[in-house]
């Protein structure tokens, strides 16, 4: 039996939908809040390889904190990862695991690819 997570803010409305998503379809993933239960940025760096991209991929670039954090479109993957393990915030939402492999839920259907 294939075990998910997902990395949810119910706050949002695309993590909200994603998760409904999956129980639809009968399933029921372990629930992170992030924004409650920060990840690290040895976690950060993972879900990085799960998503097979690169950390600008899950970061929020319009959330305030980006500034904050001292980030620009040049910042490398080092000082990304340490700025959302900062500020959860910056986490793009939501993230979904099944094993090695991850997808980021914007659409919601766009982590129907873990299912296969």
Known sequence: MKTYTIYHNP???KSRQTLELLEERGIEPRVVRYLEEPLTEHQLST???QLKGSASEMIRKKEPEYKLAG??????ESAIVKAIAEFPKLLERPIVVC??????????????????
């Open 11 to 13: 706050r949002c409305s």
């Open 47 to 49: 879900l990085c390889k």
């Open 71 to 76: 980030l620009t479109g040049d910042s490398d």
């Open 99 to 116: 094993g090695s492999r991850a997808r980021i839920g914007r659409p919601p259907e766009a982590v129907l690819e873990l299912l296969d």
